[in-house]
């Protein structure tokens, strides 16, 4: 199974853990939002925030290119505060697991 088919498969099942499972040990997110990074354990916790709250959805979810050293997604993401926006994400994988995400987004609401 693919590591876009392993995440899409955690958030169907809402299992933070799993979707967790697939970054690695030294996994550094970047924000569109300022730039700045967060490291595997900080991002974690953002993403069982974003799991677990009904009111952030995403939506059209498709992966437009994945091999063995790069995943690149794009989704519509409806945020707690109303906005929405196109995010784009490249995801640089190591070992099999995403080592690193970089995402560009625009707002569309």
Do not use: W
């Not at 700045?36 to 974003?50: I, K, L, P, Q, V």
């Not at 994400?89 to 099999?96: D, E, L, Q, R």
């Amino acid at each position: 199974m693919s590591i876009y088919e392993a995440r899409m498969r955690a958030i169907e099942d809402n299992s933070a853990d799993e979707f967790i499972d697939t970054l690695h040990d030294d996994f550094v997110f970047i924000s569109h939002v300022d730039g700045s990074s967060m490291d595997r354990s900080a991002a974690s916790e953002m993403f069982r925030g974003m799991m677990t709250n009904d009111d952030f959805v995403m939506h059209q979810s498709r992966c437009l290119y994945e091999n063995n050293d790069i995943m690149v997604d794009h989704a519509v993401f409806s945020f707690p505060d109303g906005t929405k926006e196109a995010v784009l994400a490249c995801h640089t994988i190591k070992n099999g697991k995403v080592i690193r995400t970089e995402t560009g987004a625009t707002i569309i609401s």
